[in-house]
């Protein structure tokens, strides 16, 4: 992958929430801030524009002049402390943004023709603020502006974008669904939760509260839990879970990865299925 930085935008009034901290809000058990700064882990230096804050990852802190400038404003103080080819611009507040947005970006931004790459939403609208840009005509198009308009503070956006010649990605539903009210907030909490997405919501929230990276099956571990609960008791499953955790930890001395998982659930399993057969057999 071409190496990117990412300058994440996390000021502003927040009026339409009666300006609390929006990025500070939580959703799923994590704060916005968090959940977007899980989708850019491998950036060479990653900043947020805006007031410090803790955060789940080492991030450069920095503020727009003068705070409150705008977007323009905080991008421009962003970038000031980046050095990559390439930036992924994100604001602060997109609980479904995801690893492969970012990805289709930064491929769509790789073109030599291009000066970069935005998201484009269901309705057809650019998200200038879910995209990769090409540093150089980035930083450009930015001090020419301030040039003409006598400084960035609170110009548009669309004065950048209108400049940059952007490839444009159409990404899923929700990537570029962002909070600007409690009503979002609201529709947000009520769609991780919802069946097809709340153990997956469950399981990166408690990965990242952990400081967990490893990808598991967790169709392997519902499966022992279920044959454990059966063929056992079902506090059994719980219990079991936990141990099959604690062995691969063991066994792999913190680097075996989900192969370690598989065996010793693997292993747990027949277990339990033995133990199953047992109460069967007459």
Same mark, same amino acid.
């Given at each position: 992958m071409t190496a990117y930085d990412a300058i994440v935008l996390a000021g502003g009034a927040a009026k339409r929430l009666g300006g609390v901290d929006k990025p500070a809000v939580r959703v799923g058990g994590r704060a916005l %801030?968090?959940?977007?700064?899980?989708?850019?882990?491998?950036?060479?230096?990653?900043?947020?524009?805006?007031?410090?804050?803790?955060?789940?990852?080492?991030?450069?802190?920095?503020?727009?002049?003068?705070?409150?400038?705008?977007?323009?404003a905080a991008l421009d103080a962003g970038v000031r402390h980046t050095g990559a080819e390439r930036v992924l611009v %994100?604001?602060?507040d997109l609980p479904f943004l995801g690893e492969s947005t970012v990805e289709a970006l930064l491929a769509a931004a790789g073109r030599p023709d291009r000066d970069g790459a935005l998201c484009v939403d269901q309705d057809g609208r650019d998200q200038p603020l879910v995209a990769v840009y090409r540093a150089e005509p980035l930083r450009r198009e930015?001090?020419?502006?301030?040039?003409?308009?006598?400084? %960035?503070?609170?110009?548009?956006?669309? %004065?950048?974008?209108?400049?940059?010649?952007?490839?444009?990605?159409?990404?899923?539903p929700l990537a570029s669904f962002d909070c600007d009210t409690w009503e979002d907030i609201a529709a947000a909490r009520a769609r991780i939760r919802e069946h097809g997405t709340v153990l997956d919501e469950w399981i990166t929230a408690v990965k990242n509260e952990l400081g967990i990276e490893l990808d598991v099956d967790t169709g392997v571990l519902l499966d022992l839990a279920r044959d454990a609960a059966h063929g056992v008791a079902r506090p059994a499953a719980p219990l079991t879970t936990f141990l099959v955790g604690y062995a691969a930890a063991k066994a792999s001395?913190?680097?075996?990865?989900?192969?370690?998982?598989?065996?010793?659930?693997?292993?747990?399993?027949a277990l339990a299925l033995r133990w199953a057969d047992e109460a069967e057999t007459p």
């Amino acid at each position: 992958m071409t190496a990117y930085d990412a300058i994440v935008l996390a000021g502003g009034a927040a009026k339409r929430l009666g300006g609390v901290d929006k990025p500070a809000v939580r959703v799923g058990g994590r704060a916005l %801030l968090d959940r977007v700064l899980a989708t850019c882990t491998d950036s060479v230096t990653t900043v947020v524009v805006g007031g410090r804050r803790p955060t789940t990852r080492a991030v450069t802190w920095t503020r727009e002049e003068p705070q409150g400038g705008g977007p323009l404003a905080a991008l421009d103080a962003g970038v000031r402390h980046t050095g990559a080819e390439r930036v992924l611009v %994100l604001s602060a507040d997109l609980p479904f943004l995801g690893e492969s947005t970012v990805e289709a970006l930064l491929a769509a931004a790789g073109r030599p023709d291009r000066d970069g790459a935005l998201c484009v939403d269901q309705d057809g609208r650019d998200q200038p603020l879910v995209a990769v840009y090409r540093a150089e005509p980035l930083r450009r198009e930015l001090a020419l502006l301030a040039t003409e308009h006598g400084g %960035l503070a609170g110009l548009p956006l669309r %004065l950048l974008t209108h400049e940059l010649d952007l490839a444009r990605v159409e990404a899923g539903p929700l990537a570029s669904f962002d909070c600007d009210t409690w009503e979002d907030i609201a529709a947000a909490r009520a769609r991780i939760r919802e069946h097809g997405t709340v153990l997956d919501e469950w399981i990166t929230a408690v990965k990242n509260e952990l400081g967990i990276e490893l990808d598991v099956d967790t169709g392997v571990l519902l499966d022992l839990a279920r044959d454990a609960a059966h063929g056992v008791a079902r506090p059994a499953a719980p219990l079991t879970t936990f141990l099959v955790g604690y062995a691969a930890a063991k066994a792999s001395s913190g680097g075996g990865g989900p192969e370690a998982v598989a065996e010793a659930a693997r292993k747990a399993t027949a277990l339990a299925l033995r133990w199953a057969d047992e109460a069967e057999t007459p």
